[in-house]
């Protein structure tokens, strides 16, 4: 595809104001790049069973390559250039109650005006890179399809973006920071996409701030089997449909698969994150082989390269925040402020109560259908690591677009990002039930 062109940032008048806006450029400095080079000449591996495979865990040998290629060959800066070929900026956002946090995000504005604003949000282990592959090519409109301003912030906690001291940074605090990051860009009605942590960040901006998320799209299955498939198979916890898609049936497997032998890692971060910090922290081995797993597991059979490996995690090991601090959003999720367990199947007191702060958001009350309005897009891949059918994600509000993919996994903007703009572009296509809440701003090209 030719790379389009885009414009630089503009922002509105309101917030027109040098110092609340500011460029930034990916640096790995000398002295911190030099103290991870010595960390892992000095790595100590541990031993491996006889026969050990994927089953066990990340394997000795591609740890040691990787560590290996990490301190010998990775290019420093190609790796910075890469980076900076997207255009980004920090900016202070402040959560009710909580400290101000300098907010990294890449933003790419069309040259087109009637361009919808798209917020992207990564989830753990990614990043904003996940967005590198499709960000410009959002910007170009093509026939009826619309262009898109693209913004891809790190969330708090994350990437180049700062981190809160306080407990109960919950994801309410993360879509009021992405929220709060759209309106200060001048868009006060916009649309979202996101997957793994950004599709409970995004599905959290919809239904809180729902008269400026329009629309929304997913690239992770969520939600619960409807009534009449529970009420038909009730020995089965995951009924299918009479005439299950390819999709649906092999994802029965696989979302098995990731809930009894992948699911460790989210026990561990929900309850205790303060105990893998001091591993993730301190040696970047730890960390390669914490994330590195989860790029060969729940990527559709991707051939990852040592640099590509390397690139990600040193997002993670340079992060402003520290490389454990992106773990604590799976305790917060399940915990209130006080560290008490929330169960995840707790409704609260309704979409009143989590608008006012009254009740804290749950994975059972995002999964509702609270009537919204929202429009909302679908896009199925079989390799992600919960694989459900189509009449359960259909239940979670009004679906508006539904596509399903041959390949592709957890990853998607990265792994397929041609699929994921062309699903883009339909969903909002100008005569489309998404596309027309922007219509009336739009001109003819």
């Known amino acids: 595809m030719r790379r389009p062109e885009h414009q ?9 104001i040098m110092d609340r806006i500011k460029a930034f450029a990916v640096s790995f400095p000398e002295a911190h790049v030099t103290d991870l080079k010595e960390r892992l000449a000095r790595t100590a591996y541990p031993d491996e069973l006889g026969n050990a495979g994927w ?3 990340t394997p000795l040998s591609d740890v040691q390559r990787i560590c290996e290629h990490w301190r010998t060959r ?3 800066k190609e790796a910075e250039a890469r980076l900076n070929e997207l255009p980004q900026f920090t900016t202070p956002i402040q959560c009710d109650g909580f400290e101000e946090l300098s907010i ?7 040259q087109s005006d009637s361009a919808i604003p798209l917020l992207f949000s990564h989830g753990w282990p990614g990043s904003f890179i996940e967005v590198s592959k499709m960000a ?7 026939d009826n399809r619309p262009a898109f301003h693209v913004v891809a912030p790190s969330l708090p906690n994350f990437g180049f973006s700062q981190g809160t001291k306080k407990r109960g940074f919950a994801i309410e605090q993360y879509a009021e920071t ?3 990051l759209m309106l200060r860009l001048g ?3 916009y649309a979202t996409q996101g997957g793994d942590w950004g599709w409970y960040v995004t599905r959290t901006m919809s239904l809180l701030y729902a008269s400026s998320c329009l629309a929304t799209h997913y690239n992770m299955d969520v939600g619960d089997p409807p009534a009449s498939l529970a009420d038909s198979q009730p020995d089965d916890s995951h009924p299918l449909p009479p005439k299950p898609t390819s999709r649906e049936l092999s994802g029965k497997t696989r979302t098995a698969w990731f809930d009894q032998e992948g699911f460790g890692y989210n026990m561990l971060q929900s309850t205790k994150p303060q105990t893998i910090a001091f591993a993730l922290a301190d040696s970047p081995m730890a960390l390669l082989a914490w994330i590195y797993e989860k790029l060969h597991d729940w990527a559709d059979n991707r051939a990852w390269s040592d640099e590509e490996i390397c690139l990600w995690v040193s997002i993670y090991w340079f992060s402003t925040a520290g490389p454990a601090a992106a773990c604590r959003i799976y305790y917060e999720m399940i915990h209130d402020k006080y560290g008490n367990y929330v ?8 979409i009143e109560g989590a608008v006012a702060g009254k009740t804290k958001v749950t994975r059972k009350w995002l999964k509702q259908d609270h009537g919204t309005g929202v429009k909302i897009g679908q896009s199925h891949f079989p390799g992600d690591i919960h694989v459900l059918p189509s009449a359960w994600t259909r239940t979670i509000g009004n679906v508006v677009f539904e596509k399903e993919h041959e390949s592709g996994g957890h990853f998607a903007a990265y792994e397929k990002p041609e699929e994921l703009l062309e699903d883009l572009r339909v969903m909002f296509r100008h005569d489309g039930e998404a596309g027309k809440l922007w219509v009336s701003s739009i001109s003819t090209e």
Do not use: A
């Open 8 to 16: 630089s940032v503009i922002l509105s008048n309101e917030f027109n």
């Open 55 to 57: 089953d066990m865990g």
């Open 74 to 76: 990775f290019n420093w």
């Open 104 to 110: 990294h995000f890449v933003h790419v504005r069309s």
């Open 136 to 142: 410009c090519y959002l910007t170009e409109s093509q």
């Open 178 to 180: 992405c929220h709060k």
């Open 187 to 189: 868009y006060e009605q």
């Open 343 to 350: 169960p995840s199947d707790s409704l609260g007191q309704g």
